[in-house]
T-cell receptor, first 127, second 103 residues
Framework: QVQLMQSGPEVKKTGSSVHVSCSAS????????ITWVRQAPGQGLEWMGR????????NYAQRFQGTVIFTADKSTSKAYMEVSSLRSEDTAVYYC????????????????????WGPGTLITVSS | ETVVTQSPDTLSLSPGETATLSCRAS??????LAWYQQKPGQAPRLLIY???TRATGVPARFSGSGSGTEFTLTISSLQSEDFAVYYC?????FGQGTKLEMK
């Protein structure tokens, strides 16, 4: 199984942007998508979207369209998430996780099964 | 968009007892359901996928069942380390979680 590491906590001002990195300390991303999930304090899990590094293809949950960008470097097995126009409601722990892919009719299909999770990155947004 | 509802919100049981957690989808998702365990300060951990398949390393006391819109996670003979929050997930939607607490 891939083991994931994430960048450290950050405190950001309202309206600014933040970058979070996710890297494989063991294994590679080649057989997975990297999915991003956030969790506000005391709240549940919210899927934000994913990137398939070997295809450089991303999908975004509707509510994050336009404010989140995923990128990845498959040669180094690193993935990145940029969240822009931060609001206080974006204060949360942000997790990356590997998501299974399957080959179906010559297409890579993400399966919404999140095997390995990073430890999470706390982003605090304040004015 | 699928709405996913878990019940109960909180379940109070003693070690050795059996926990039964439910998850309902607003429309049929076949077997596309996963369960995760989350302990305080930790990332979620995949327990079950495809409704009933245990993930690598998950003890046999965890079992999943169901299809369509109704799913169940059963934890038999509860151990102290099983007290946590459990989430079900259908595609991009997570349930609100069930907190399993020690009585």
């Amino acid at each position: 199984q891939v083991q994931l590491m994430q960048s450290g906590p950050e405190v950001k001002k309202t309206g600014s942007s933040v970058h979070v990195s996710c890297s494989a300390s063991a294994g590679t991303f080649n057989n997975y998508a990297i999915t991003w999930v956030r969790q506000a304090p005391g709240q549940g899990l919210e899927w934000m979207g994913r990137i398939i590094p070997i295809l450089s293809e991303s999908n975004y949950a509707q509510r994050f369209q336009g404010t989140v960008i995923f990128t990845a470097d498959k040669s180094t097995s690193k993935a990145y998430m940029e969240v822009s126009s931060l609001r206080s409601e974006d204060t949360a722990v942000y997790y990356c996780a590997t998501e299974r892919l399957s080959m179906e009719q010559q297409r890579l299909i993400p399966k919404f099964v999140f095997d390995s999770w990073g430890p999470g990155t706390l982003i605090t947004v304040s004015s | 968009e699928t709405v996913v509802t878990q019940s109960p919100d909180t379940l109070s049981l003693s070690p050795g007892e059996t926990a039964t957690l439910s998850c309902r989808a607003s429309h049929s998702v076949g077997l596309n359901l996963a369960w995760y365990q989350q302990k305080p300060g930790q990332a979620p951990r995949l327990l079950i996928y495809a409704a009933s398949t245990r993930a690598t390393g998950v003890p046999a006391r965890f079992s999943g069942s169901g299809s369509g819109t109704e799913f169940t996670l059963t934890i038999s003979s509860l151990q102290s380390e099983d007290f946590a929050v459990y989430y079900c997930q259908q595609y991009e939607t997570f349930g609100q979680g069930t907190k399993l607490e020690m009585k």
